[in-house]
C-alpha cells in the first residue's frame, strides 16, 4: 500500500508554523500533487470551547482559523482530494478545546491527547517518571477517544516534553495496557494516526523504531483504523511523508486498515462550503 495520503498539515494560520510564507495552502497542495498525494487534510490548531479558557497561545487560533482556510481554498484549482479539519486540544481528563457542535463542521477532527510540553496549561504526570508518564498518557489517550470528539488521534502515546524517555516510558506500558485502550478506541470508531514523529531521531532526539511499531502493531491487532501524517509545519516536514511507508511494511496495513473518510470508495464527510459572495 502507498502511503498517498496526509491527514496532518498545518498552514500559516497555526502559531507554531515556522515557515508562513511558503506553508500556504496553495503551495501545499502543489508539493502534494509532485509528491503523487491524492489527499491533503489540513489540520490547524483551533480553540472554540466557550466554557474553557484557552492558553495566550491558544487565544488567537479561534474559529476564524476555518473560515479563513476556506477562503484561501476557495481560490485554487487542484486535482488533489481536499479535507479540511482541525488538530484539537485536550487539556485534561474529559477537558477539551473544541465543542461537537464545532467537530461537525469539519470533515475530520485529529484529538492531540499528549502536548504534555505545555506544562502550564496541560495537566501533567503526578511526576516525571516513565511509569506515571506512561499512566498519564494512557489515562489521556482512553478519555480522548471516548470524547465523540475525535476522528483520530495525533501522534498517539508520543510523550511531548518527555521524548528523551520515549523508549523507557512506552516500556511501562504494558501489552495488555495498550490492547485495552486500542479496544476503546476500536470500539468507539476512533482512528490512531502514524506520525513522522514516530521516525527516529526526532528532533535530534534518538530512540528505538520498535517502540512505536510494538504499540501499533498492538492497534492493529485490536481492530483500530489508521491515518498518516507528516504534521507538517514547512514544505521540508511535507516531503517526509513517504518515509512512512516504513510502518506499512512492518506492521502489515492494508487500504482496508485505514479510515473510512480516507477509502476511495468513502467521500468525505462534507464539501467544502464556498464564502459568501463566491461562487465555484
Known amino acids: ?10 498552514t500559516y494560520l497555526s502559531s507554531c508554523c515556522n515557515d508562513k510564507i511558503n506553508q500556504i495552502p496553495r503551495s501545499i497542495l502543489a508539493l502534494a500533487e509532485v509528491m503523487d498525494v491524492t489527499t491533503i487534510g489540513f489540520s490547524d490548531h483551533v480553540w472554540t470551547n466557550a466554557l474553557i479558557p484557552p ?10 482559523q476555518i473560515s479563513r482556510l476556506r477562503r484561501d481554498l476557495s481560490e485554487i484549482s487542484t486535482t488533489i482530494r481536499v479535507l479540511v479539519g482541525c488538530e484539537a486540544e485536550m487539556m485534561a481528563q474529559d477537558k477539551f478545546g473544541i465543542t461537537r457542535e464545532f467537530a461537525q463542521e469539519l470533515d475530520y477532527v485529529l484529538l492531540a491527547c499528549s502536548h504534555f510540553h505545555m506544562r502550564e496549561f496541560v495537566e501533567q504526570p503526578t511526576t516525571d517518571s516513565p511509569h506515571d508518564v506512561g499512566k498519564h498518557l494512557l489515562k489521556f489517550f482512553i478519555s480522548g477517544v471516548r470524547s465523540g470528539l475525535a476522528t483520530c488521534v495525533a501522534h498517539p502515546f508520543l510523550p511531548c516534553g518527555h521524548m528523551d ?4 516510558i512506552i516500556s511501562n506500558i504494558s501489552d495488555a495496557e495498550f490492547a485495552d485502550a486500542f479496544a476503546v478506541a476500536a470500539e468507539q470508531h476512533v482512528g490512531v494516526e502514524i506520525t513522522t514523529g514516530f521516525l527516529p531521531p526526532n528532533h535530534g ?18 481492530g483500530c483504523r489508521f491515518s498518516f501524517g507528516s504534521d507538517a509545519h514547512n514544505p521540508d516536514q511535507q516531503r517526509r511523508l513517504p518515509e512512512l511507508a516504513r510502518f506499512v511494511r512492518i506492521i502489515g496495513l492494508t487500504e482496508n486498515d485505514l479510515l473510512p473518510v480516507l477509502q476511495n470508495r468513502v467521500p468525505a464527510t462534507r464539501p467544502m462550503p464556498t464564502p459568501p459572495g463566491q461562487g465555484r
Open 1 to 10: 500500500m502507498k502511503v498517498n495520503h496526509d491527514l496532518h498539515v498545518h
Open 55 to 64: 492558553s495566550n497561545w491558544y487565544r488567537p487560533q479561534d474559529k476564524s
Open 165 to 168: 524517555r520515549f523508549d523507557d
Open 205 to 222: 532526539i534518538p530512540f528505538s523504531i520498535e517502540t512505536p511499531t510494538r504499540f501499533l502493531s498492538i492497534a492493529k491487532q485490536a
